[in-house]
């Protein structure tokens, strides 16, 4: 009887060092996963980042166990930067953009998701320039934002324009700069820059390249190739 009780006690024993055991790892794998989102620079109010920011007012980060902090990009391009030393996990790019990011520099990363099957942008000229096409940009300053999009020099082509007769200029996200005649045409977001500067009482002529028959992608979701490949299911 004494050496059944004993080894009664002996299987409780090493069945509370087993649960004690696996405690830690189960209290670890209860806990969210910390991620940071870097969106683009905060003035430009692109629609596409609505949607982060209602998964986080209804919950739905927490509902999948993610810690999700949003971040918003100080310009010029440096979200990609920050995604491509691990300080950010996920950021927004357009996805032309992102293949030619992907070649040159050659940075280690990945989109994984796509908004939209058009360009974000538009190129915006006040109305009375007079300018009609983009071969009229002939002489005049053209703007974009950041780094020259693809398909900002594929419309130029595909317009019969000599890009050696267009001054291109990093403008950044002021459409100020239209209105107060520093730059001529200007790299517009679609979803609010326009009727941002119509509602201060400018005409607009507005080009877009997909009008030209140049194929447009969307806005990203970046990341780097790591991330996604050791936590697919965050993302």
């Given at each position: 009887?004494?050496?059944?009780l004993?080894a009664k006690?002996?299987?409780?024993?090493?069945?509370?060092s087993?649960?004690?055991?696996?405690?830690?790892?189960?209290?670890?794998?209860?806990?969210?996963?910390?991620?940071?989102?870097?969106?683009?620079?905060?003035?430009?109010?692109?629609?596409p980042?609505?949607?982060?920011?209602?998964?986080?007012?209804?919950?739905?980060?927490?509902d999948?166990?993610?810690?999700?902090?949003?971040?918003?990009?100080?310009?010029?391009?440096q979200?990609?930067?920050?995604?491509?030393s691990?300080?950010?996990?996920?950021?927004?790019?357009?996805?032309?953009?992102?293949?030619?990011?992907?070649?040159d520099?050659?940075?280690?990363?990945?989109?994984?998701?796509?908004?939209?099957?058009?360009g974000?942008?538009?190129f915006?000229a006040?109305?009375?320039?007079?300018?009609?096409t983009?071969?009229?940009?002939?002489?005049?300053?053209?703007?974009?934002?950041?780094?020259?999009?693809?398909?900002?020099?594929?419309?130029?082509s595909?317009?019969?324009a000599?890009?050696?007769?267009?001054?291109?200029?990093?403008?950044?996200?002021?459409?100020?700069?239209?209105?107060?005649?520093?730059?001529?045409?200007?790299?517009?977001?679609?979803?609010n820059?326009?009727?941002?500067?119509?509602?201060?009482?400018?005409?607009?002529?507005?080009?877009?390249?997909?009008?030209?028959?140049?194929?447009?992608?969307?806005?990203?979701?970046?990341?780097?190739?790591d991330?996604?490949?050791?936590?697919?299911?965050?993302?």
């Amino acid at each position: 009887m004494r050496s059944g009780l004993f080894a009664k006690v002996l299987t409780l024993l090493l069945l509370l060092s087993l649960l004690a055991g696996c405690a830690p790892e189960q209290a670890q794998a209860n806990q969210p996963l910390t991620l940071t989102f870097m969106a683009g620079y905060k003035p430009q109010a692109s629609l596409p980042f609505v949607g982060v920011y209602v998964a986080q007012e209804k919950g739905y980060f927490k509902d999948e166990n993610l810690d999700v902090t949003i971040e918003h990009s100080p310009g010029q391009g440096q979200h990609l930067q920050l995604v491509a030393s691990g300080k950010v996990q996920v950021t927004t790019q357009d996805a032309a953009v992102m293949l030619m990011r992907r070649a040159d520099p050659g940075l280690p990363l990945v989109s994984f998701a796509l908004i939209g099957q058009r360009g974000q942008q538009a190129f915006a000229a006040l109305t009375k320039t007079g300018l009609k096409t983009p071969k009229d940009w002939e002489g005049h300053t053209v703007g974009y934002k950041g780094t020259p999009p693809p398909d900002l020099m594929a419309l130029i082509s595909a317009s019969g324009a000599d890009k050696g007769k267009i001054q291109l200029v990093n403008v950044g996200f002021d459409p100020r700069l239209l209105t107060e005649g520093k730059v001529d045409v200007y790299p517009a977001y679609k979803s609010n820059e326009p009727y941002q500067i119509e509602g201060w009482g400018y005409d607009l002529t507005l080009w877009d390249a997909a009008d030209y028959g140049v194929p447009t992608l969307g806005l990203a979701y970046v990341t780097r190739e790591d991330t996604l490949a050791n936590q697919p299911e965050a993302l």
